[in-house]
């Protein structure tokens, strides 16, 4: 292996920052400026300031490396600041909408300047290898804020945003339902490549599976639905406590965007208002409404060492991947990830070639998938960025995969995201296991 010297390792970096902010001016080139200030939501936040504070985090990077570094406004880091308190008293998440000041120009310019300082930042400094890697973790929380921006712009504006496409996905492959056999055993959790990943991803360790069995395919419309038909929102047993009082607190019929129109299910979403495609995966459900359609079918949610060993695991060779079809980077014909830009769940059965050596498919994008893993540290955690990940180990359950609104260079059969049980604004859908 020829290693690369420290100006070919800083022009690397470069290229991933400037492609990295390019996608996210992408996301938000067709909104108009008043689209930047409304928070529909105490959950989520308006454009503007998902747009200054991904600029925001490099400025507390750069401080992490440089002692000496002089923060752009004292103004502006207490509007942008989410949660990190090591950099003073956070903004009030909920009350991120009712800002005016400073502005979406003044944002923008922001936005502009820290590029500056960045690059500027990339060339003059000499960086070790974990200054790398903090700069590093930078490109990938951003693009954990594009997909939350995603995320905002359907409760935001849905069917009147407008996106820049690619050629409709056509798929042409018979499917069948049904779940395939895993065989159990010890398994090595974690990742397992060279390139970057979270410090949540490692160590890497053992884990003890018994076999199992899991679906081929995530949950789809069309089954859920007949979870629904069924008497599912309204039959006690199939819910966890908390999750049937979210059921009749906030009066869930069925996942979020979903709405009847002359007796007929629709949904409101980037494609407009349309019919139930029945043979997409169910999205916007939460982890409740997933774990009770499970025990109505007479199943339960894999655990994440299953739903892992299920997409990553070569039983014919005994070796791990990093992904379900090999150890080579997403393309669009193996996966619905952001570069897609197909903006919506693909039928399940589009990307045969994205297969896992077990069998499963399209376990890499169109829908976040639940597992019923609580999100804690892997024994031997070490944080790599403190109050990043860490301060979240409590009530949260893990979900792999991606959807179609994560970039294809922040996802990896290892990665995982973590929400809490009630949510289900995020592209999250689900697929089924059960004991042998």
Not at 73 to 80: A, H, I, V
Not at 251 to 265: H, L, R, T
Request: proline content about 4%; hydrophobic content about 30%.
């Amino acid at each position: 292996m020829v290693a690369i010297t420290q100006s070919e390792a800083k022009e690397s970096l470069l290229g991933q920052f400037r492609e990295t902010r390019k996608r996210t001016l992408e996301i938000v080139k067709n909104l108009e400026t008043d689209d930047y200030i409304v928070q529909t939501a105490f959950f989520m936040s308006p454009p503007k300031w998902h747009i200054g504070h991904v600029s925001w985090i490099y400025e507390a990077i750069m401080s992490k490396i440089d002692k000496d570094y002089v923060f752009y406004s004292k103004e502006f880091s207490e509007y942008l600041n989410s949660y990190y308190q090591q950099f003073g008293v956070p903004h009030d998440k909920g009350l991120r909408g009712v800002v005016s000041r400073p502005t979406v120009d003044q944002v923008f310019q922001y936005f502009n300047t820290i590029n500056q300082r960045v690059e500027k930042f990339i060339r003059c400094k000499t960086l070790n290898d974990e200054q790398i890697k903090l700069i590093i973790i930078g490109f990938h929380h951003e693009c954990q804020h594009q997909e939350l921006l995603v995320y905002d712009l359907q409760h935001l504006l849905a069917e009147q945003y407008r996106p820049q496409r690619k050629n409709k996905i056509e798929n042409k492959q018979d499917v069948e339902k049904k779940s395939i056999h895993i065989t159990g055993g010890l398994y090595v959790m974690g990742y397992n490549g060279s390139e970057f990943c979270y410090d949540i991803e490692l160590p890497q360790h053992k884990v003890f599976l018994n076999d199992y069995k899991i679906d081929v395919y995530p949950i789809t419309n069309q089954q859920y639905l007949e979870f629904m038909d069924d008497g599912g929102y309204n039959t006690y047993k199939y819910w966890l406590s908390d999750g049937w009082e979210k059921v009749k607190k906030n009066q869930w019929q069925a996942p979020m965007y979903w709405e009847k129109i002359n007796d007929e299910w629709n949904v409101r979403d980037f494609a407009g208002i349309r019919k139930i495609n029945p043979n997409e995966p169910v999205c916007h459900v939460s982890y409740y409404e997933a774990d009770a359609y499970c025990k109505w079918a007479g199943k339960r949610l894999p655990t994440e060492a299953e739903w892992e060993k299920a997409a990553c695991w070569n039983e014919e060779k005994q070796e791990k991947t990093v992904y379900p079809w090999g150890n080579e980077l997403p393309t669009t014909e193996k996966c619905n990830l952001f570069e897609s830009r197909y903006w919506r769940c693909t039928d399940i059965g589009t990307f045969p070639e994205g297969r896992s050596k077990s069998g499963c498919q399209q376990m890499i994008g169109d829908v976040w998938e639940w597992t019923s893993s609580e999100f804690m540290g892997y024994p031997g955690f070490k944080s790599g960025f403190e109050e990043y990940n860490d301060k979240w180990f409590t009530n949260q359950k893990v979900l792999k995969g991606g959807s179609f609104a994560t970039p294809n260079m922040s996802i990896r059969g290892s990665y995982r995201n973590f929400f809490r049980l009630d949510e289900r604004w995020l592209f999250s859908g689900f697929r089924c296991a059960e004991d042998i």
